[in-house]
């Protein structure tokens, strides 16, 4: 069982191999192999910009293979040939913004909100722009978005990706996003048809570009980010109109920080959780653990593991608001 | 970030100062930040809105960046000229591959006899195949297209 601790620099904790193995069984083998290999290359094509059709003929010109696993959004493309470094970052298509990198697990939570033109749409921790990006292109620069985040450097990196997108429909705020949601509240009045919480997780889902993680992880920083994220996704339903919907998704896969948020918010909001159906295999959200047992509305979120789809690790959750407290 | 939105006169002038591609309207609401420097915001928010929110929040972006006040004329950014490509119709250096890759380097272009031959002067936009790919400037001689890509939009 154990033959996987061996393979490589950074070894697993042994607890959090146990709380793998607890949470998939034996699947946690197949789990600890996949995380020591690298994700298939994969982009979105920038809408406002270029067509999927256009830019992957560009790009089979280039002799790639282009594979596009989801028919209902051709935008999300893989690509199957094996590329030198750097080179998919190197193309003239990616320097005029005609596609992000951006793994298919991130794509995720804008096709489950399906952000329309007309929307006002938050997306409270927001850098480096992927989602607030892919939302901008299914909302064709109508609407308005408001992408925020904490950090001065990570602003930089989200407005660089912005600009380079052709984002044109969106007001970019830097503060804490508990704080930002009070001020919203206390000083403009404004609700959201959509919002979306990515939030800062411990990064178990990404250990296949990150493996740094296995040495950082740690179970007193996973409480201690589920007291955050509460908070954070808390402060965000105040700010969500009656019957708008909210994203609440991290890239970890612990359920202090997926699913007890979830459930946080369904014993203290009028929210229903809605089921999402997305064309990959998706794992319901799990309904106990370490002692608690959470609400079955918590079952209609869903997980990814790596090895189903062979992708990042993720956790997405789609909130309705059914009125106020 | 300082914000100034443009009036209707304020935002006349600027679509003179780009005339000079053909462009002959800018159907976004125009926003000046820091004396140079423009931005469009194609967002369903009023005036009186956006400025409740600079007033509440610390922004530090609105909209794209669209360019920056040279002279008479404003240098468009790389991503405004994509924006308004159906009105370019002027001023237009089409360069080939090879002075692509240059271009995407960051260097200068020496332009061909045939390019000098078309005259042009001060801003241009560069274009490669269906690209645009960036506001160059060629100077007295004709000779060269100076760059203005920003470093983040390189090859390195």
Redesign the interface.
Request: no cysteine; proline share 3%.
């Given at each position: 069982m154990m033959k996987y601790k061996d393979k490589i620099k950074y070894k697993p904790k042994p607890e959090f191999i146990e709380r793998i193995e607890k949470l998939i069984g034996q699947e946690a083998e197949k789990f600890f192999e996949i995380s020591y290999t690298e994700t298939p290359d994969s982009i979105r094509c920038n809408t406002l910009k270029i067509s999927p059709e256009e830019l992957k003929m560009r790009l089979e010109d280039y002799g790639w293979k282009i594979k596009q696993p989801f028919s209902e959004y051709p935008e999300a493309m893989i690509i199957e040939s094996r590329l030198s470094p750097g080179e998919l970052g190197k193309t003239k298509e990616h320097l005029l913004g005609y596609y992000y990198v951006q793994e298919i697990s991130s794509m995720l939570p804008i096709l489950a909100l399906k952000p329309r033109p007309d929307d006002l749409f938050l997306d409270l921790c927001a850098s480096p722009g992927s989602k607030t990006t892919q939302a901008a292109a299914m909302m064709n620069n109508f609407g308005l978005i408001i992408a925020n985040d904490t950090d001065l450097g990570r602003i930089a990196i989200l407005n660089s990706n912005l600009e380079k997108c052709g984002v044109m429909n969106t007001i970019v705020t830097r503060k804490d996003g508990i704080r930002l949601c009070e001020t919203l509240l206390k000083k403009t009045n404004m609700k959201f048809d959509k919002i979306i919480v990515d939030a800062p997780c411990s990064g178990e889902g990404t250990l296949r570009k990150s493996p740094k993680t296995f040495l950082m992880w740690n179970i007193n920083f996973i409480k201690k980010l589920s007291r955050i994220q509460k908070k954070l996704a808390s402060s965000a339903l105040e700010l969500l109109k009656t019957g708008g919907e909210m994203i609440y998704s991290t890239c970890t896969l612990s359920p202090e920080e997926d699913e007890e948020v979830v459930d946080y918010l369904v014993r203290n909001f009028n929210i229903e959780i809605e089921e999402i159906k997305l064309p990959l295999k998706l794992r319901c959200g799990v309904c106990e653990w370490g002692g608690q047992e959470y609400s079955p509305e918590v079952r209609k979120a869903v997980r990814l593991y790596p090895h189903d789809n062979n992708t990042d690790g993720f956790f997405l959750a789609k909130i309705r608001k059914l009125g106020e407290k | 970030m300082k914000i100034h939105i443009l009036d209707k006169t304020k935002k006349k002038k600027i679509i003179e100062k780009v005339s000079y591609l053909g462009i002959q309207k800018i159907p976004?609401m125009l926003i000046q930040t820091g004396v140079e420097k423009f931005r469009?915001?194609?967002?369903?928010?009023s005036n009186p809105e956006?400025m409740?929110?600079y007033?509440?929040?610390?922004?530090?972006?609105?909209?794209?960046?669209f360019g920056k006040a040279a002279g008479e004329d404003i240098r468009l950014?790389?991503?405004a000229l994509?924006?308004l490509k159906n009105q370019i119709n002027k001023n237009i250096m089409e360069v080939n591959n090879k002075q692509?890759e240059e271009w995407?380097l960051g260097r200068d272009i020496e332009l061909t006899d045939e390019q000098m031959n078309l005259k042009l002067r001060g801003f241009v936009a560069v274009k490669?195949g269906e690209?645009f790919?960036g506001t160059g400037k060629i100077h007295g001689d004709g000779k060269i297209i100076s760059n203005f890509l920003p470093k983040?939009?390189?090859?390195h």
């Open positions: - | 976004y469009i915001f194609s967002g369903n928010f956006i409740k929110v007033y509440s929040l610390p922004i530090e972006g609105v909209g794209l960046y950014s790389v991503d994509h924006i692509e995407f490669s690209d790919i983040e939009r390189r090859k």
